[in-house]
């Protein structure tokens, strides 16, 4: 059995709020990591169509103002309806290549009547189906004022080669539980997504692979002042505030030791490509297994809700 996988991190900017652009790029990354031979591929948190920066620039917070109330529908006209076939595309070329492919949306679900929008993690295997689509629990500070939370669906690992991966969106990775459910269904490659900087990934991608003594892949994206499109609403009340970098990358590669395969990879944009084997996951778990004969159920246990949760039955 083949027990090595061959990864590529798309570290990469949206074209910012733009729904179809940025879906050209990435399915250009597709492509172009099927090239050299990468049987996964991983893009950032929310990169399709891009980070709600606008938040913290123009008084996101502020009750009932045309900026807010402009921008969030400009982000919400921008975002993923799976059910219409909007990532169809991506998962033809997901087959046609046979590749695996983790990708950050912002979804806007019908089940949940179709215009409130969730950071989630979609992954789609090689054969080109969606396998899980992963609803961020618990938007993180002023994302709360744009994305709704989501549920414990999509908190599902999937058979990859001789692997078990699994993924979390953002801070999310930070959330013992959520990790806890990953690990007990036999996760051993946990895909770690964000919107980008290695503030968020150079400390808390090693410490789940030394936890979980898994592998652990970081992908953040890129996103500079430059990179506002003009034609975006209130452009110039989001610019006069932003900083030169706003993301400015931090993919890397933790192995199940805890030590870093890839350091953090920063202001540079495209594809960093890694080979990993499976062969030392079962090292490293030879002294410590988090879900196995390092536990005690019996003590602790935890209780996982995967129902996906909707506000209307049609029966």
């Not at 979609?122 to 989501?150: C, F, M």
């Not at 908190?155 to 990953?182: D, I, Q, S, Y």
Request: aromatic letters at 8%; hydrophobic letters at 35%; glycine letters at 8%.
């Amino acid at each position: 059995m083949n027990t090595t996988l061959k990864i590529a991190m798309a570290q990469i900017a949206p074209v910012w709020l733009n729904k179809s652009a940025t879906l050209q790029k990435i399915e250009n990354s597709i492509i172009d990591a099927a090239k050299e031979n990468a049987e996964l591929i991983v893009f950032g948190e929310a990169l399709l169509p891009g980070y709600p920066f606008w938040l913290a620039l123009t008084g996101g917070a502020e009750w009932n103002t045309d900026v807010n109330k402009k921008l969030h529908a400009h982000y919400v006209s921008n975002s993923i309806c799976i059910e219409k076939g909007e990532l169809d595309s991506v998962c033809k070329l997901a087959k046609e290549h046979n590749i695996a492919i983790y990708l950050g949306i912002m979804e806007r679900p019908e089940n949940r009547g179709g215009h409130s929008i969730y950071a989630s993690l979609v992954y789609i295997n090689p054969k080109g189906s969606i396998e899980s689509v992963h609803r961020k629990l618990q938007p993180t500070y002023d994302e709360r004022l744009t994305w709704a939370p989501g549920d414990g669906n999509g908190l599902k690992v999937h058979p990859l080669k001789a692997f078990t991966v699994g993924g979390l969106n953002c801070w999310e990775n930070w959330m013992p539980l959520p990790r806890t459910a990953l690990y007990g269904q036999g996760e051993n490659l946990h895909i770690a997504v964000w919107p980008g900087s290695d503030h968020n990934t150079k400390d808390i991608t090693r410490f789940i692979a030394r936890e979980s003594r898994s592998y652990v892949v970081s992908v953040s994206s890129l996103m500079s002042k430059t990179d506002f499109p003009k034609q975006t609403p209130y452009f110039e009340d989001i610019v006069k505030n932003a900083p030169e970098t706003l993301a400015n990358g931090g993919s890397c590669i933790a192995g199940p030791d805890g030590e870093w395969i890839v350091e953090p990879v920063l202001h540079k944009e495209g594809l960093i490509y890694q080979t990993i084997d499976f062969n030392r996951v079962l090292e490293e778990r030879q002294n410590f297994d988090v879900v196995g004969h390092y536990s005690r159920p019996d003590v602790t246990k935890l209780t996982v809700n995967t129902e996906r949760q909707t506000t209307v039955e049609i029966k």
